[in-house]
């Protein structure tokens, strides 16, 4: 069992930058799959991007891709996503999630933060 903890959300004008953090407590931390979503009120949890346990691998939905970067630093068991070029309509809930299979879609993952608002004004 992994806790998460989002950090860094808030307030934005479009075109800015802003790095989300998430730290997770627990031994098997560095064996985790990770990965972020969001959520627009109304709508769906929606994939961001991923990264495997190792880092060698990292996922993005087409929408941020070349804007969004994610990483992780094992060592300080905390997992970042550096975001870019934001637009309004990104608004939204941005969850961490924790899996043992690489995958994109929220079933996959089964640990879960509480979530950071993040809001773009035009």
């Known amino acids: 069992q992994v806790q998460l903890v989002e950090s860094g959300g808030g307030l934005v004008q479009a075109g800015g930058s802003l790095r989300l953090s998430c730290a ?8 985790l799959n990770m990965g972020w979503f969001r959520q627009a009120p109304g709508k769906e949890r929606e ?7 190792t880092g ?12 969004f970067t994610i990483s992780r ?27 043992n299979s690489y995958g994109t879609k929220a079933a996959d993952f089964g640990s879960w933060g509480q979530g950071t608002q993040v809001t773009v004004s035009s």
């Open 73 to 99: 630093d094992n060592a300080k068991n905390t997992i970042y996503l550096q975001m870019n070029r934001l637009k309004p309509e990104e608004t939204a809930v941005y969850y961490c999630a924790a899996s």
């Open 24 to 31: 997770a407590s627990g031994r098997t931390f560095s064996r």
């Open 56 to 67: 060698g691998s990292t996922s993005y939905a087409d929408s941020v891709k070349f804007r």
């Open 47 to 53: 994939f961001v991007a991923a990264i495997s346990w």
